[in-house]
């Protein structure tokens, strides 16, 4: 299985939206509503933003929001705040139910 | 409250085998559908999912890495311990365990991590 295609990098200054996309296949983003969202800050564990595509966790955020469309899904962060800076994972079940991840994307705040 | 603390060798050599142990907290592997899984990230690089096991002791395997990796449970001890053969230095990476729950419609997603523990591999 392959990783998730993310963008490498994103930036946004304070008050904007952006949006990190995640693109696999019909095999497991695609076929799927499993796909989570973790963000991570440098040397920390990673946290849960959002799974099963769009439902957050207890505790994250509104500002966080997640949604899928065909074999790409998306995360969108509105608002943006100088703490949403860190790096931010994909992942998704796949048909052989196991899972993989994407490869990151690190989110700048200018 | 969840937590969960990974231990284990800090360095091993090329070849041999590594045994990590998750010591958790505030829930029972033998509770339906709670799950443990290990994560792991080199140095700089992404994360990468390695192996999960569930409460009715069904595991699944990162289909790259299946054939040396060997995930357990002890659910008397709150334990999991996943055990990886053949050892490479490309294999350094912080490993994590982490919580899961799973029902059918909604599964493979993590939502209490332990702090993770840097393994390296060098001789």
């Known amino acids: 299985q392959s990783a998730l295609t993310q963008p490498a990098s994103v930036s946004g200054s304070p008050g904007q939206s952006i949006t990190i996309s995640c693109t696999g296949t019909?095999?497991?983003?695609?076929?799927?509503?499993?796909v989570s969202w973790y963000q991570q800050y440098s040397g920390k564990a990673p946290k849960l933003m959002i799974y099963?595509?769009?439902n957050r966790p207890s505790g994250v955020s509104n500002r966080f929001s997640g949604s899928k469309s065909g074999n790409t899904a998306s995360l969108t962060i509105s608002g943006l705040q100088a703490e949403d800076e860190a790096d931010y994972y994909c992942?998704?079940?796949?048909?052989?139910?196991?899972?993989?991840f994407g490869g990151g994307t690190k989110l700048t705040v200018l | 409250q969840i937590t969960l603390k990974e231990s284990g060798p800090t360095l091993v050599k090329p070849t041999q085998t590594l045994a990590l142990t998750c010591t958790f907290s505030g829930f029972s592997v033998s509770t339906i559908g709670v799950g443990v899984g290990w994560i792991r990230q080199p140095p700089g690089a992404a994360l990468e999912w390695l192996a999960v096991?569930?409460?009715?002791?069904?595991?699944r395997y990162s289909p790259s890495l299946k054939t040396r990796l060997t995930i357990t449970k002890d659910t008397s001890k709150n334990r999991v311990v996943l055990i990886m053969t053949d050892m490479d230095p490309v294999d350094t990476a912080t490993y994590y365990c982490?919580?899961?729950?799973?029902?059918?419609?909604?599964?493979?997603?993590?939502?209490?991590w332990g702090q993770g523990t840097l393994v390296t591999v060098s001789s």
């Open positions: 096991i569930y409460w009715n002791d069904v595991k």
């Open positions: 099963d595509v769009s």
């Open positions: 982490a919580h899961t729950f799973y029902t059918p419609e909604s599964y493979y997603w993590f939502d209490n």
């Open positions: 992942t998704s079940a796949t048909s052989s139910v196991t899972l993989v």
């Open positions: 019909s095999s497991d983003v695609g076929g799927y509503n499993l």
